[in-house]
């Protein structure tokens, strides 16, 4: 059975830092692209970042380019997610997802998903 199970999330204020940590079972992490999405409310989910299975590749959303740095531990089976000058738009329940490629900016192309952390981000 696959878990993803997040934790790194809370209250920031704008300019701030947190880091997100996504820790994996179940599956062969270091064969398997690992990704974040965000989800505000009354918004569709949307993919933040994506990184390959050694960690070589990665790819972001522009909004979040220069900000954020995703990377994984594959030895410690977790994928991170910095965040960094953090804005009030980036306030969202942030998703860690698996899949077998790490560049798929639609839901649907992730097989396995986290529950979620909340970040939230005051002005």
């Known amino acids: 059975q696959v878990q993803l199970v997040e934790s790194g999330g809370g209250l920031v204020q704008a300019g701030g830092s947190l880091r997100l940590s996504c820790a994996a079972s179940?599956?062969?992490?270091?064969?398997?692209?690992m990704g974040w999405f965000r989800q505000a409310p009354g918004n569709e989910r949307e993919f933040v970042a994506g990184?390959?299975?050694?960690?070589?590749?990665?790819y972001y959303t522009d909004s979040v380019k220069g900000r954020f740095t995703i990377s994984r531990d594959n030895p410690k089976n977790t994928v991170y997610l910095q965040m960094d000058s953090l804005k009030p738009e980036d306030t969202a329940v942030y998703y860690c997802?698996?899949?077998?490629?790490?560049?798929?900016?639609?839901?649907?192309?992730?097989?396995?998903w986290g529950q979620g952390t909340q970040v939230t981000v005051s002005s």
């Open positions: 997802a698996a899949g077998t490629t790490a560049w798929g900016r639609r839901q649907g192309q992730w097989d396995y």
């Open positions: 990184i390959t299975r050694g960690g070589t590749g990665t």
């Open positions: 179940g599956l062969s992490f270091s064969s398997t692209g």
